[in-house]
């Protein structure tokens, strides 16, 4: 029986991290999307929130519940099939899927940054948030260049004989 590496638990843990971040991430991008907002302080003391997302965003949005569910069915299976070659391949799906939705987010760039009332900050924001999203495929490049390799270097473990 081929088996990934590491302790059963500590997998099972980390799957269920997996599971449980991304349906929280799930919930906030679908439900709690406001919050992503600027605070505008008014003449009286009461604050506004002035949203920095743009219709666009619901655009992008399909492709983070999408991604999203593909990650929490492929952790749910990877607890139920224990096999180091599905753990591996599964975790370039999720590098790949990052890749798919950051880009996505890259192309679509659903933010409105004028309601910052900082002028350099308004200007800056969209070069910080593009340079940050670019460093994210970057880094997800690299976890899926990784996990190709590993899966296709043989472990002592699952060498024949």
Do not use: H
């Not at 983070?64 to 391949?89: E, N, P």
């Not at 900050?121 to 997800?140: D, H, K, Q, R, S």
Request: charged fraction near 10%.
């Amino acid at each position: 029986m081929e088996t990934s590496s590491g302790g059963r638990c500590g997998e099972i843990a980390s799957d269920l991290s997996i599971i449980l971040i991304t349906a929280a991430q799930l919930v906030f991008f679908t439900y709690f999307y406001e919050y992503v907002a600027w605070p505008a302080k008014g003449p009286d003391g009461s604050v506004t929130w002035l949203s920095l997302l743009t219709d666009d965003y619901f655009r992008w949005l399909p492709f983070v519940i999408a991604a999203s569910l593909i990650v929490i069915v492929a952790s749910i299976v990877m607890i139920i099939y224990d096999r180091a070659w599905f753990r591996k391949s599964a975790w370039i799906l999720f590098s790949i899927l990052g890749i798919m939705v950051v880009v996505s987010l890259l192309l679509i760039l659903p933010f409105d940054f004028s309601v910052i009332p900082d002028a350099t900050v308004a200007g800056l924001a969209p070069t910080v948030v593009t340079v940050v999203l670019i460093l994210m495929v970057v880094f997800y490049a690299g976890s899926a260049l990784v996990q190709l390799v590993k899966l296709r270097t043989p472990t002592a473990k699952n060498e024949p004989g």
